[in-house]
């Protein structure tokens, strides 16, 4: 991993999948042994496009780590604007700085940067395409809520035709034996691609338009946001829109372990009532996101 | 005219060099473009619109001294899959190979994600070939399928 760029999630090997989880479990454990660890380094934070969660999870991850940050939150008030080429910014960054993340919205950008930066490349997500860290994440917090990857029953719920960050978990979680439950209005299905994917490699999965149907059976449920854009008759999405509510009174008879997950942010798909449920993880899981990328970004630096 | 001599004229025969034959019309000037040939100094005979049994319009395109590479010729899978190449040495046909499609392309074709940076910056495309036979292409920085239905010149 060291020096080598996380671009996609098929950049890491099963074994690099549970490295990094061990690693983030080290740094949950013992947070105060490695208030130093980057000390000297300096990493750059490229929002191309804004996203708030994911540049503060990241600087966080950095500044617990002790090392420093540079970079913008948007391009706007960036030289972009004056239109340089994307090569052009990363290779000069790439002069100031030890490591790059970068969030970009267009597809394939951070491979781009991979291969003219100097220095390696996170990709905090590029468009519709990847979000590497995400994912991680997403399997450390399972791990973390189930002891264990294997054999999990895994519910997927709302916009999985464009939810990225399912689409990966269902690539990353190959490894794990895993059965998959989607839940979801016609419009936004599951793609066939992944539904192949799946066949292809034996992993059961069943598609549902009922939630109720599946609560009772799951380890996890994945929550996604239903986007009102996604939709090409509004008066479908009014419809479905309350249609995957997840409420509390509805967690009722389901497993004791099971755990309530949300890359945030949350519109209404998840109804506030189920925050105090211990079942609900999805704060945590933010937190758990500090957690894996500070192990993501000390392995690439080669400083764990 | 007798004619034989009627079909020796079409396209003279070469001495030395390479003969490209069964290109689909419609492909022939993709072909002359992926081959370079318009930066070649040698003399190049190029036919079109010829009658061909199986390709309904056939292109053929002769090569004087010199030999291109498989290399090269595979290049041309994506729009000749069936393409055969003669190599010949002093008018005989002394070598016949076919196209074989490689396992990645570079440049070439164009990635069909409008939101693909190779469409929005000046990237060259980057493909691994994923199926040989309907010839299906992902694209090595934004993961999506470009199939051979889609297949633009880039
Ligand atoms: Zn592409």
């Given at each position: 991993?060291?020096?080598?760029?996380?671009?996609s999630?098929?950049?890491?090997?099963?074994?690099?999948?549970?490295?990094?989880?061990?690693?983030?479990?080290?740094?949950?454990?013992?947070?105060?042994?490695?208030?130093?660890?980057?000390?000297?380094?300096v990493?750059?934070?490229?929002?191309?496009?804004?996203?708030?969660?994911?540049?503060?999870?990241?600087?966080?991850?950095?500044?617990?780590?002790?090392?420093r940050?540079?970079?913008?939150?948007?391009?706007?008030?960036?030289?972009?604007?004056?239109?340089?080429?994307?090569?052009?910014?990363?290779?000069?960054?790439?002069?100031?700085s030890d490591?790059?993340?970068?969030?970009?919205?267009?597809?394939?950008?951070?491979?781009?940067?991979?291969?003219?930066?100097?220095?390696?490349?996170?990709?905090?997500?590029?468009?519709?395409?990847?979000?590497?860290?995400?994912?991680?994440?997403?399997?450390?917090?399972?791990?973390?809520?189930?002891?264990?990857?294997?054999?999990?029953?895994?519910?997927?719920?709302?916009?999985?035709?464009?939810?990225?960050?399912v689409?990966?978990?269902?690539?990353?979680?190959?490894?794990?034996?895993?059965?998959?439950?989607?839940?979801?209005?016609?419009?936004?299905?599951?793609?066939?691609e992944?539904?192949?994917?799946?066949?292809?490699?034996?992993?059961?999965?069943?598609?549902?338009?009922?939630?109720?149907?599946?609560?009772?059976?799951?380890?996890?449920?994945?929550?996604?946001?239903?986007?009102?854009?996604?939709?090409?008759?509004?008066?479908?999405?009014?419809?479905?829109?309350?249609?995957?509510?997840?409420?509390?009174?509805?967690?009722?008879?389901?497993?004791?372990?099971?755990?309530?997950?949300?890359?945030?942010?949350?519109?209404?798909?998840?109804?506030?009532?189920?925050?105090?449920?211990?079942?609900?993880y999805?704060?945590?899981?933010?937190?758990?996101?500090?957690?894996?990328?500070?192990?993501?970004?000390?392995?690439?630096?080669?400083?764990? | 005219?007798?004619?034989?001599?009627?079909?020796?004229?079409?396209?003279?025969?070469?001495?030395?060099?390479?003969?490209?034959?069964?290109?689909?019309?419609?492909?022939?000037?993709?072909?002359?473009?992926?081959?370079?040939?318009?930066?070649?100094?040698?003399?190049?005979?190029?036919?079109?619109?010829?009658?061909?049994?199986?390709?309904?319009?056939?292109?053929?395109?002769?090569?004087?001294?010199?030999?291109?590479?498989?290399?090269?010729?595979?290049?041309?899978?994506?729009?000749?899959?069936?393409?055969?190449?003669?190599?010949?040495?002093?008018?005989?046909?002394?070598?016949?190979?076919?196209?074989?499609?490689?396992?990645?392309?570079?440049?070439?074709?164009?990635?069909?994600?409008?939101?693909?940076?190779?469409?929005?910056?000046?990237?060259?495309?980057?493909?691994?070939?994923?199926?040989k036979?309907?010839?299906?292409?992902?694209?090595?920085?934004c993961?999506?399928?470009?199939?051979?239905?889609?297949?633009?010149m880039?």
């Amino acid at each position: 991993m060291k020096n080598k760029s996380l671009v996609s999630i098929h950049d890491y090997s099963k074994t690099d999948y549970l490295r990094i989880m061990d690693l983030a479990e080290e740094f949950e454990r013992n947070p105060r042994n490695y208030g130093n660890l980057l000390t000297g380094k300096v990493v750059a934070t490229l929002f191309f496009e804004p996203s708030t969660r994911t540049r503060l999870s990241f600087e966080s991850a950095v500044q617990r780590l002790g090392g420093r940050i540079i970079g913008f939150a948007d391009s706007s008030s960036s030289s972009v604007s004056k239109g340089e080429t994307l090569k052009d910014t990363i290779k000069t960054v790439s002069q100031y700085s030890d490591l790059i993340v970068m969030r970009h919205p267009i597809e394939g950008s951070a491979r781009w940067a991979s291969e003219v930066s100097d220095v390696p490349i996170v990709n905090a997500g590029d468009g519709a395409n990847q979000h590497p860290t995400q994912c991680l994440l997403d399997l450390y917090t399972m791990k973390q809520t189930q002891g264990k990857l294997d054999n999990l029953i895994i519910t997927m719920v709302g916009d999985l035709k464009y939810g990225r960050t399912v689409h990966s978990l269902i690539q990353a979680m190959l490894y794990f034996s895993p059965s998959f439950h989607f839940v979801s209005p016609e419009e936004l299905k599951m793609p066939n691609e992944y539904k192949m994917f799946l066949k292809e490699k034996k992993i059961p999965f069943k598609e549902h338009h009922d939630l109720s149907e599946v609560l009772k059976i799951s380890d996890i449920i994945y929550v996604t946001r239903v986007q009102r854009e996604r939709f090409s008759d509004p008066i479908e999405y009014e419809k479905v829109k309350n249609a995957f509510v997840l409420k509390n009174s509805m967690l009722e008879d389901t497993k004791p372990g099971l755990k309530i997950l949300h890359p945030l942010p949350r519109v209404n798909e998840i109804n506030e009532d189920v925050d105090t449920n211990k079942k609900a993880y999805y704060f945590r899981q933010a937190l758990n996101g500090v957690y894996t990328r500070m192990a993501i970004i000390s392995s690439i630096l080669g400083l764990k | 005219m007798e004619k034989k001599n009627l079909k020796e004229l079409k396209v003279s025969a070469i001495k030395e060099g390479t003969v490209i034959d069964h290109i689909p019309a419609r492909s022939l000037f993709k072909v002359i473009s992926i081959l370079e040939l318009q930066k070649m100094e040698t003399q190049i005979t190029i036919g079109y619109n010829f009658e061909s049994k199986k390709l309904g319009q056939k292109g053929i395109i002769k090569i004087s001294d010199k030999f291109l590479s498989q290399k090269d010729l595979n290049k041309i899978a994506l729009f000749a899959p069936e393409a055969k190449i003669n190599i010949i040495r002093n008018y005989k046909v002394i070598e016949k190979n076919v196209v074989q499609v490689p396992d990645s392309i570079e440049g070439i074709v164009k990635c069909m994600n409008p939101k693909c940076i190779t469409n929005n910056e000046d990237v060259k495309t980057k493909f691994t070939v994923i199926e040989k036979k309907n010839v299906t292409l992902k694209c090595k920085y934004c993961e999506k399928i470009t199939d051979q239905e889609h297949f633009e010149m880039k």
